[in-house]
């Protein structure tokens, strides 16, 4: 038996920082010291804290070490595993107090934490069954087709109150009493792994930290609505992802808990993966169904709804792959247990990407209920840099963006929807005051232009205007009359569209435009950019005090707009000016003025 | 690989493969259990803990102790070792030195289930990061 | 039958149930406008991608506006097609679309005949709200010899994405880019000519813009005609002659045969004569085929290939040459009645008229795109002079008409020229599904039982649904008939021959629903199934009337073998009115 075990991320970011180089070099400064019988190498999935990877954690004294590099494994070996003594550069320091901070438990990163969903992750070895068997794996699969009916599992789901984690919230529930209902002699069940938010990797990280969750709750849902066959829609993007589904797939297989009659039951299940081409709109549920069909990746109107006509017009209930990591869970401790948690129409956990301008980014999950501010600055670490925060953006490009007034409202799928946001995937990017909001808010319909499959007009060609007219306000072009007719825009985007990623594209708008229309008024009115970003806005002058008349600036200027005598202070004609900015890159006394 | 046949095959693999979890179960919730921690520098090595270890290990397995044992480095005694400090939920650590392997059944027997002192017990005068 | 109450704009409505708002309100008196809607009832195909926004109405108390077209009718239901926010979503939708639509209306093959343009004027549309230069989505242009693609002016309404594949399972067409850049094509964007599109021209028939339409041949007959040194003669399609009317406001279903020839005349074609003509031949050819085969099979020969297919419908015979070249033995060689037309008359009237070959110039008036293709086939040209110089569709005659500055309903009726002007009622049922196996029928039956037939309509083998089967008893020996229109039925047949699952003598494939009458070329009905029938009806009724309505009894056809050709199946026959068959394999 292993007294120790240094677990070590094995999700995609790390790897990128070479965490598989740190597996072998920590097995062989084992070998080398005779500890082979002692301690044990593993790799996990992803510990969330991807601001400080790779993560090396050794157990079971909590060390949580921080960006490790493949020569600090001599290092631990020698110092932690044989003599045990931390090695303290590698441990997290608190920014604050410049405190070493070896538990984890004690970060205030994971501190506000509550991990159900991604409760194996960094804490298994994906790529073995046994490990999550271990920690109750396929328990609640075992228990529901042992000794439960689809209807009694159904109930604890909707007792569970759990809500689809892709989105909209719909209850899971009550999603799966649907699907039930509809018989056929074929039925689906799909996970949505096609994961496509900028900055969300919750789903991935599931997916390559805990996969097997993934399959027993699968199996759980095609018990409950009468399918036999399951199917993960995922990436192509997503290659460990895919790589350790089919791991857990094959072993499943193996041990039986996936095919026919299993545990001896008359339930058989079954499952395969298909894989997406990484269209964001096919993760709207029938656009999904139909890129599985091998048809064009677009959304149709609903009804009907694929509980009724779905994969091949098959009933298919689909749900996301967090929504499915907290199935398991409802069943092991209890609906009652799960609904305790969060707020009153928001039960359990959310897994959000933090990113932005914040200390710690990375994934985090949290009960329902939480505040912004909450998680902003007590596990995020606050802002970046000690600037002044400005918006937070949630829900990805569909969201909208959050002020400081909204810092203290307790979170969940309703009160983001009330304050003009959504919950999302649960992409959560933090701005501060550097940040421009009109040139926010044309990032990320600059993404849905391209996103948008086209096949509705208000999508097709509103979002391609807006951004025309985003484009033109960012130019300083723009008019008073410019912001009415963006706002109609949006309206009747949002009115008309299609499917979700028309109706709620116009959200980073509408919300800039109703937090932040100040900094549109300047834009289009001062024709000035406060936060620098819109480089046709900027405004260049020249310091006189600080010009020494060196005349590098003048002679740099393609236009010409820059004037003045030799070792006399110059001057920026501003009629002339293309606010290229060489003047300023050029300058070596500081003296150029950016406004 | 066998097929996991039935619910009961299941539970059984479970407690089957619980052992090499448990280790990783234990940290996750510290300060409900006794902690013990071996000393485990040069001289700790050179005096026989390495030896002393293992049999803490195998000791709070087979009595079934609810508690997790893991290696420190250098605490200061290097004239006492092998040294081990025990901490148990909601009590101060209590450093035990010149352990042996009688000694450590002992410390498991008397101290930990039943709260006796026993001999060579050394002043704390340290913390920990 | 199960019913819903709901209320439109105040007006109470009850409609079974499953009904759309759309169709509701249209009962009600209420036209909410739609633009990517199409409904082809006679093809039990309703298109309803729901993606135009144009139908948008409101339901209050719902987060968002719902399409009429695709949501159904429900209990109680309160819907408000005209409220200020429906109507200015309305208005912002086709805003936007005619934001990325080119403004030539003036000079587009459309005009006139545009829904967008039409919706525009509906709705009052006097300017456009975007930014300046605001962009367009611009494609390269796609022109083949039948049709034209200018995807500039496509809606992405998708109605010819559901003719190409769901009726015609030709598969040309589908949507391809995203985003803005949306657009139809072919796959890869190949060209047509390089795609697996038959030229069947019913994308153009649903087209709503003028995205996608036909090779306009117009100036290439005006020229002809206002050549002095080449003689220009003109033959008109059966089918064509039942629908050129509704282009000048006669109701459809108006029988103009008369006025047609006058108007050809008018225009100044030397010789205005009948593809009807052409019709009966390919009976005469096509029915000793089928009879030569019937023969040879009921005589035990086990090479004879059973059952016979007609091949006059030129993208029918693309298709097959495209999806089923394993069984290019099985169409029948007889060439189409337009290119039988075109080989006689550059050979045979050639001689009688003492034209040479190159000044003759044949033009043919025709309901259908694909005619333009086959009249280009290298194997329809001696010595590259093609048989028939250009193929005009009925809009194409009916423009010829407006320039030449006739007044179509004031002419008087006049009669064919002769020869090749006389025509039997058996000719002229090729205008419509059915007609070809019908007017076979009634010679093979003659010639192969030595008896005078007494009843010539065969019912049976009429009518609008997709496969028809029928059995004629030919004194004793039962032929099974088979008869299908649209491609996509045609390639039901195709399969289950090709599976053993049938046991026909004869089948008859036409690819346009209906037959010709329904072809890419005629008056645009975008799917009427009333216009359809109408016509249908129009050319039965005028067979009825016929005088002869048996091909082989037409003396200008007894005429034409007598003086030239011999009989049926010759070796003249064979060098001027059989064809072979080429395998097209596309992606």
């Given amino acids: 038996m292993y007294k120790m075990q240094l677990l070590v991320c094995g999700g995609t970011g790390c790897r990128a920082s070479a965490s598989a180089t740190i597996v072998e070099k920590l097995n062989e400064s084992l070998k080398a010291h005779g500890l082979t019988e002692d301690a044990q190498v593993v790799t996990t999935g992803c510990f969330g804290f991807c601001e400080k990877g790779p993560i090396v954690k050794v157990i079971p004294d909590n060390t949580f070490y921080t960006q490790v590099r493949p020569e600090d494994a001599e290092e631990i070996v020698a110092e932690h595993i044989l003599k045990g003594r931390k090695v303290a550069r590698l441990l997290y320091e608190n920014p604050e107090t410049q405190e070493h901070v070896s538990d984890s438990r004690h970060m205030g990163f994971y501190q506000k934490q509550m991990r159900i969903a991604l409760r194996n992750c960094g804490v298994i070895d994906p790529e073995n069954i046994d490990e999550y068997i271990a920690r109750e794996g396929y328990s609640a699969l075992a228990q529901v087709i042992s000794d439960l009916t689809p209807e009694q599992a159904i109930d604890m789901v909707k007792q569970s109150g759990l809500r689809g984690r892709g989105g909209a919230g719909f209850p899971t529930g009550l999603k799966w009493e649907i699907t039930s209902k509809f018989s056929s002699d074929q ?84 499952m395969e993966l298909r894989y997406g081409a990484g269209a964001f709109v096919c993760g709207e549920e029938t656009a999904l169904i139909a890129s599985m069909e091998g048809k064009r990746g677009e959304p149709r109107f609903k009804p009907p709804f694929p509980a009724e006509d779905g994969y091949l017009h098959k009933p298919t209930n689909v749900n996301n792959v967090e929504t499915f990591a907290n199935v398991p869970v409802i069943f092991l401790k209890g609906p009652e247990w799960f609904s305790s948690i969060g707020t009153e129409k928001s039960k359990g956990t959310k897994v959000f990407a933090l990113a932005g301008k ?68 649960g992409g959560m990017i933090v701005m501060d005051e550097d940040d421009c909001m009109v040139s926010i808010a044309k990032f990320y319909l600059e993404f849905i232009v391209e996103e948008s499959c086209g096949k509705c007009t208000p999508c097709r060609v509103g979002n391609k205007r807006m951004l025309e007219i985003l484009e033109k306000i960012c130019q300083g072009k723009g008019n008073m009359e410019d912001l009415d007719h963006l706002r109609n825009l949006a309206y009747v985007i949002k009115d008309t569209s299609l499917c979700g990623l028309g109706q709620t594209s116009p959200n980073p708008i509408l919300s800039t435009l109703e937090n932040f229309n100040d900094e549109y008024i300047a834009h289009v009115k001062d024709k000035r950019c406060y936060a620098k970003q819109c480089k046709a806005l900027a405004r260049y002058t020249i310091i006189p005090e600080v010009c020494t008349g060196c005349t590098v600036c003048a002679r740099n200027c393609p236009v010409e707009a820059i004037t003045g005598e030799r070792r006399q202070p110059h001057f920026i004609n501003q009629d002339i000016c293309i606010h290229c900015g060489v003047c300023y890159t050029k300058c070596k006394f500081n003296a150029i003025l950016v406004q | 690989m066998t097929k996991i046949k039935s619910l009961d095959d299941l539970r059984q693999k479970k407690q089957q493969l619980e052992q090499n979890m448990e280790i990783r179960e234990k940290s996750d919730h510290p300060e409900s259990l006794v902690q013990i921690k071996v000393a485990m520098a040069t001289c700790g090595i050179a005096s026989g803990a390495r030896t002393v270890m293992n049999a803490l290990v195998e000791k709070i397995k087979k009595e079934n102790i609810a508690a997790v044992v893991t290696q420190t480095g250098c605490m200061g005694y290097c004239y006492a070792e092998p040294t081990v400090e025990v901490k148990k939920p909601g009590q101060d650590p209590v450093v035990f030195s010149y352990v042996d392997v009688k000694k450590a059944e002992e410390i498991v027997d008397k101290y930990i289930r039943n709260n006796e002192l026993l001999d060579g017990i050394l002043p704390a005068n340290y913390q920990t990061i | 039958m199960e019913t819903v109450k709901l209320t439109i704009d105040n007006k109470h409505v009850e409609v079974p149930k499953g009904t759309t708002i759309l169709q509701a309100a249209h009962q009600a008196g209420i036209n909410i406008p739609s633009l990517c809607y199409m409904n082809l009832p006679h093809l039990a195909q309703e298109h309803k991608p729901g993606s135009c926004r144009v139908c948008v109405v409101e339901i209050p108390g719902r987060k968002n506006l719902v399409p009429a077209c695709a949501t159904p009718c429900t209990d109680g239901l309160v819907v408000l097609s005209h409220s200020l926010r429906a109507i200015n979503a309305r208005r912002t939708v086709v805003e936007l679309l005619l934001s990325d639509h080119p403004k030539d209306c003036l000079i587009c093959p459309s ?179 089928l009879l030569d085969r019937i023969s040879r099979h009921l005589n035990g020969d086990k090479n004879v290939r059973l059952p016979i297919l007609t091949s006059c419908c030129p993208a029918w015979v693309n298709f097959f040459e495209t999806n089923y070249p394993d069984m290019l033995d099985v169409p029948s060689t007889a060439r189409s009645p337009q290119q039988m037309f075109g080989s006689i008359a550059k050979t045979y009237m050639a001689q009688k008229l003492g034209v040479k070959r190159e000044d003759m110039v044949v033009v043919s008036v025709m309901p259908c795109l694909a005619k333009k293709f086959e009249c280009q086939r290298d194997e329809f ?47 002229l049922i090729f205008g419509v599904t059915g007609g070809v196996i019908e007017a076979a029928t009634r010679t093979a039956y003659e010639l192969f039982t030595g008896k005078k037939l007494e009843k010539v309509d065969f019912h049976e083998l009429r009518g609008m649904e997709g496969i028809r089967t029928a059995t004629v008893n030919f004194d004793g020996t ?37 037959g010709c009458i329904g072809g890419g070329g005629q008056p645009l009905h975008r799917g009427n199934s009333i216009v359809l029938k109408a016509r249908m009806d129009a050319i039965y009724k005028e067979d009825f009337n016929k005088p002869i309505r048996k091909s082989h009894e037409n003396p200008e056809i007894i005429q034409l073998y007598e003086e030239f050709l011999g009989k049926p199946l010759s070796e003249k026959s064979h060098h001027l009115l059989h064809t072979h068959y080429f395998s097209h394999p596309k992606q």
Avoid: W
Wanted: some cysteine; overall charge negative.
């Fill in chain 1, 187 to 270: 039925k689906y069940v799909v996970c949505n792994a096609d994961e496509g938010d900028p900055g969300a990797f919750m789903d991935r990280s599931i997916l390559e930290g805990d996969p097997n969750t993934i399959i027993e709750a699968m199996a759980i849902c095609g018990y409950c609505i009468g399918a036999s066959k399951g199917l993960v829609y995922i990436r192509a993007e997503y290659p460990l992802a895919i790589k350790r589904l089919q791991i857990a797939i094959n072993q499943a297989r193996e041990y039986g808990l996936l095919g026919d009659k299993i545990l001896g039951t008359n339930f058989s299940f079954d």
């Fill in chain 1, 358 to 425: 914040i200390n710690n980014v990375g994934l985090i999950e949290v009960p329902m209920g939480i505040t912004l501010r909450e998680i902003i600055y007590e596990i995020g670490g606050g802002i970046k840099n000690g600037k002044k925060f400005k918006a937070v953006q949630t829900g990805g490009p569909s969201g909208g963006c959050l002020t400081e007034k909204h810092l203290d409202t307790a979170i969940d799928f309703d009160s983001l929807v009330a304050a003009g946001s959504m919950m999302g995937s």
């Fill in chain 3, 111 to 289: 005009s006139g005949n545009c829904e967008l343009q039409k919706l525009s004027i509906t709705m009052g549309i006097r300017e456009i709200n975007s930014v300046e230069n605001a962009a367009m989505s611009t494609y390269r242009k796609d022109a083949s010899p039948a049709l034209m693609r200018n995807m500039d002016k496509c809606v992405m309404c998708r109605s010819c994405e559901t003719v190409c594949n769901e009726i015609q399972t030709v598969g040309a067409l589908s949507a391809v880019n995203r985003g803005f850049m949306a657009v139809v094509a072919p796959a890869f964007e190949q060209d047509l000519t390089d795609s697996p599109c038959t030229f069947c021209g019913q994308c153009v028939a649903v087209c709503p813009t003028g995205a996608l339409t036909a090779v306009d041949n117009t100036f290439h007959v005006i020229r002809a005609l206002a050549d002095p040194n080449k003689f220009v003669v003109v033959q008109t399609a059966p089918a064509v002659r039942a629908a050129l009317g509704e282009e000048f406001g006669y109701q459809p279903g108006t029988s103009v045969t008369g006025k047609m020839a006058a108007a050809l005349r008018a225009l100044g074609f030397d010789k205005v004569f009948d593809t009807d003509f052409a019709a009966d031949l390919t009976i005469m050819e096509e029915g000793a085929e």
């Fill in chain 3, 381 to 427: 040209k001696v010595d590259g002079n093609p048989d028939v110089d250009y193929a005009i569709t009925t809009r194409e005659l009916a423009h010829l008409i407006k320039i030449g500055n006739i007044d179509f309903k004031s002419l008087k009726d006049e009669d064919f020229d002769r020869p090749m002007g006389e025509s039997t009622g058996a000719g």
């Fill in chain 3, 478 to 514: 039962y032929i099974h008939i088979g008869i299908a229109h649209t491609l996509g039925n045609a390639r039901k047949l195709l399969d289950g021959i090709r599976k053993g699952m049938y046991n026909f003598h004869a089948i008859e494939i036409m690819a346009c629903p209906g």
